[in-house]
């Protein structure tokens, strides 16, 4: 088959074919394994810092508070060191769910942009992603919190 008898259309189809051809095929079943099985393991570490505080005397509160604290000193660690990114290669979404997955949505791009300074390169970017998630949970917590409060007055 000779390419260069081809016009603009006829090539681009035959590109595409071509590629579509060769590119790997993933293996769904694999990857839904792993976001699972990673993703519990990051639940059961959660769930034993839990049980770790609550062996020291801390009261509810004060340990879901301090597990969170620690899930997001692990991903934000662990991405630091470059080791989340290869959970994240073999986890799929089981790395991403967790708050581990959002620290690391927050310290990837503070690092990665480090070199442009602390306010134009660590600062901004670090809001880039997580910028989203922080405005639509506040906004979303003072919707809810309206429709909580006209609840209470009218059926209070």
């Known amino acids: 088959m000779n390419i260069l008898n081809f016009d603009e259309t006829q090539l681009k189809n035959f590109f595409q074919t071509y590629t579509t051809e060769l590119e790997p095929k993933p293996n769904y079943i694999k990857r839904v ?25 801390f009261e509810e509160m004060q340990v879901r508070s301090l597990g969170a604290i620690t899930m997001i000193f692990i991903g934000a660690f662990l991405t630091g060191i470059g080791v989340y990114d290869r959970i994240a290669n073999i986890a799929g979404a089981g790395s991403i769910v967790p708050i581990t997955g959002f620290a690391n949505a927050m310290s990837s791009p503070a690092i990665e942009f480090k070199k442009e300074g602390v306010i134009f390169g660590t600062c901004v970017k ?28 009218i059926i209070g």
Not at 41 to 52: A, P, S
């Open 33 to 57: 394994i792993m976001a699972f099985i990673v993703g519990g393991i990051f639940c059961v570490l959660g769930e034993f810092l839990f049980k770790l505080y609550e062996s020291f005397g």
């Open 126 to 153: 670090m809001f880039t992603i997580a910028g989203s998630v922080i405005v639509f949970g506040i906004s979303s917590s003072v919707l809810v919190g309206i429709v909580y409060f006209i609840y209470n007055k």
